[in-house]
């Protein structure tokens, strides 16, 4: 690890931490293999990712190929080694777990998401009020016990510390990122916190919104992903892959071109054009 960063509060969940510790024992002190190492788990994500969209897509060829050939992606995750995309491929396991009845596997599945990075919790409302109105059942027990289980080792390992992990989520939503919106708008003279208030605000709408399709039967999780990229402060190249895949596999066309649209966007700061 960088100097910089040994001093810095994670902004990732307990199982990303713990897993960063066998990682960091396996690479030793080499920063060449630790970089290595990490882009290599990034490009298996990947992997994993375009293999499970095709498995849930409609069309595999179209949900693999919208995944599998995407620029923006294999630039971050094969080169950069981000945890997002492990992150994505247990949300989309959770589906594909639910899809074969495994809904206890399911229910850890979204446990083991969360607690990579805590942005996941924000599909997991829609999920179940779908599931709701469509009267299938739900993995509460494996929900419960997989929670438990992540609570109870990283309580052991680090105390209520890992709990502090949401300090520089908060931090990050001030500060924002350059390519986020609310930043472009606070460039043309408005108060950086103004747009980023106008920015959560239409966000809390448009999830109001969502939320009330999912208790239609319809949970519409790619849409709420781009509309999280979209609204953000801090928004940065490889978070396309929140959006990504769920636009594969769900047959939304708003969802697809607004998930290529902020790709395209994005791609200028991943690729200098």
């Known amino acids: 690890m960088g100097t910089n960063w040994r001093d810095t509060t994670t902004v990732y969940g307990p199982v990303f931490t713990l897993g960063s510790e066998g990682h960091a024992v396996v690479v030793g002190d080499s920063p060449g293999a630790a970089a ?6 990034g490009a298996l994500a990947m992997l994993a990712l375009t293999a499970l969209v095709a498995f849930l897509g409609r069309d595999r060829a ?5 995944v599998g050939w995407n620029p923006l992606l294999a630039v971050h995750f094969a080169g950069g080694g981000h945890n997002d995309a492990w992150m994505m491929a247990l949300v989309l396991g959770a589906l594909a777990l ?18 990579i990075k805590w942005v996941a919790v924000v599909f997991l409302p829609l999920r179940a009020l779908e599931a709701r109105a469509h009267g299938r059942r739900v993995g509460h027990l494996g929900f419960a016990a997989a929670a438990a289980i992540v609570a109870t080792l990283a309580s052991w390992r ?3 510390g890992w709990l502090e992990a ?3 989520l908060a931090k990050n939503l001030r500060e924002g990122a350059h390519y986020s919106l609310p930043s472009r708008l606070s460039s043309l003279g408005i108060p950086h916190d103004v747009a980023v208030g106008i920015f959560i605000a239409l966000f809390a709408l448009g999830y109001l919104w969502l939320l009330r399709q999912a208790w239609r039967g319809r949970a519409r999780l790619a849409l709420c992903a781009d509309l999280l ?10 978070y396309a892959v929140w959006a990504v895949p769920l636009a594969a596999v769900e047959e ?14 994005l791609l200028a700061n991943a690729v200098p054009l």
């Open 252 to 265: 939304d066309r708003a969802a697809r071109l607004l998930a290529l649209g902020l790709c395209a966007y």
């Open 36 to 41: 290595w190492v990490y882009k290599a788990l």
């Open 62 to 66: 179209f949900a693999a190929a919208f």
């Open 166 to 168: 949401f300090g520089p």
């Open 98 to 115: 639910g899809a074969v009845g495994k809904r206890h596997w399911a229910g850890a599945a979204w446990v083991g998401a969360i607690a």
């Open 158 to 160: 680090y105390g209520t």
């Open 229 to 238: 990229l979209l609204t953000t402060p801090w928004l940065i190249a490889w």
